[in-house]
């Protein structure tokens, strides 16, 4: 599986390389997509039968959950109605915090993946990261570009407007 990597010390739910903005602890406990991806290869599967995941979700990771701005993220959250709003994830991303609400979308180069961040104390913090189109371009790039089998998604509720279905379709040329 290639998302649902926001444990100990990672920011991103998956990140496809190495974060710049917001990396592990170390490499050894940091997970990311490519990183999974080379395991895989290098223990003999062949690329073809390698599906990339697109998790259509937006975690709050367990790093940040645990920080001591929680608290105070957590309000901004609630205060942004993020824990009311009944609206799929993604939605709720792009509705309340998308550069609305004291919040930012932000973008991290070595990851290749959104998030958005708050500023507590006068200092950004990580809130969650999520995918969007361009997340998506950078993540099916990579699995043309390995020779992968191509990419599956949890889950299709998520996707609100069927946007994200069709530009995997139309990006792996199944269109």
Known sequence: MTYDFQFGSNYFGSALYWPEDWPPRDEIEGYWVSKAVENYLSH?????????????????????????????IEQKLKAADWYDSQEPPLKKVQDLLEDKNGFTKEWDRGARMAYIATEIEG???????????????????????????????WELGADYDNSLVAQIAEELFMV
Request: charged residues 20%; contains cysteine.
């Open 123 to 153: 200092q950004k913090q990580f809130v969650l990261s999520y995918i969007e189109p361009r997340g998506i371009t950078e993540k099916l790039n990579y699995v043309k570009e390995r020779g992968l089998g191509g990419a599956m998604f």
């Open 44 to 72: 003999g599967c062949p690329a073809d039968k390698i599906n990339l995941g697109l998790a259509f979700a937006a975690p709050i990771p367990q790093v940040v959950r645990e920080s001591p701005h929680w608290g105070k």
